[in-house]
């Protein structure tokens, strides 16, 4: 199965700061996507107490209530998912997870923490 | 709105089985594999498998194969996940999520917490 790596496990920021988390897969997750093209790679929001909630797929594209201050890039292997100005709200933690390859893997999770 | 409602907690002794159930409205049910996802408290996420609510189809990860059984009931929407010879390291919170093998998870139940506790 795919291994994904993420780093930081936490990341200690301020309100307005930005933020750029890792995901590293020991695979590629877009030469084995079914959607041609496409990295089968996706990023959770999962503020503490609530159900993990999509913010990126397809690894670049923002999910339905997200502001453009979210975006995710990357394709093979290595994926990033960018947060510019912080806000309040924003501070939880990440899951990438791969969905190229059965099982879908989830990476470890960073926490996004307030300075 | 697409909505996933689990059913409420439960507390089960070592050995015994529990059933989870997601009821799923505001989309076609038959249209898109539904997810099993669990998470231990303080860990992270582990997907268990899905099914195909179409043709009932379901993929298990190999470690949850013989102990879980995922059903859907298409006449109501709802899915099933039921887990057996439970132990003490089953304790998690479980979410079905929208979307199965090979999708992402775009919606996602609010959980169901199961303890199992001598």
């Known amino acids: 199965e795919i291994v994904l790596t993420q780093s930081p496990g936490t990341l200690s920021l301020s309100p307005g700061e930005g933020a750029t988390l890792s995901c590293r897969a020991s695979q590629s997750v877009t030469n084995a996507c079914q959607s041609v093209?496409?990295?089968?790679l996706a990023w959770y929001q999962q503020r503490p107490g609530q159900a993990p909630r999509l913010l990126i797929y397809?690894?670049?594209s923002r999910a339905a209530g997200f502001p453009d201050r979210f975006s995710g890039s990357g394709s093979g292997t290595d994926f990033t998912l960018t947060i510019s100005r912080l806000e309040p709200e924003d501070f939880a933690v990440y899951y990438c997870?791969?969905?190229?390859?059965?099982?879908?893997?989830f990476g470890q999770g960073t926490k996004l923490e307030i300075k | 709105q697409v909505q996933l409602v689990q059913s409420g907690a439960e507390v089960r002794k070592p050995g015994a089985s529990v059933k989870v159930s997601c009821k799923a409205s505001?989309?076609?049910?038959?249209?898109?594999?539904l997810s099993w996802v669990r998470q231990a408290p303080g860990q992270g996420l582990e997907w268990m498998g899905w099914?195909?609510?179409?043709?009932?189809?379901?993929y298990y990860v190999q470690k949850f194969q013989g102990r879980v059984t995922m059903t859907t009931d298409t006449s109501t929407g709802t899915a099933y996940m039921e887990l057996r010879s439970l132990r003490s390291d089953d304790t998690a919170e479980y979410y079905c999520?929208?979307?199965?093998?090979?999708?992402?998870?775009?919606?996602w139940g609010k959980g169901t917490t199961v303890t199992v506790s001598s």
């Open positions: 999520a929208r979307g199965g093998g090979g999708w992402h998870q775009d919606v």
């Open positions: 505001g989309y076609t049910f038959t249209t898109y594999g």
């Open positions: 099914i195909d609510p179409y043709n009932g189809n379901t």
């Open positions: 093209g496409n990295a089968c």
């Open positions: 397809g690894a670049s």
């Open positions: 997870q791969q969905y190229a390859s059965s099982p879908p893997t």
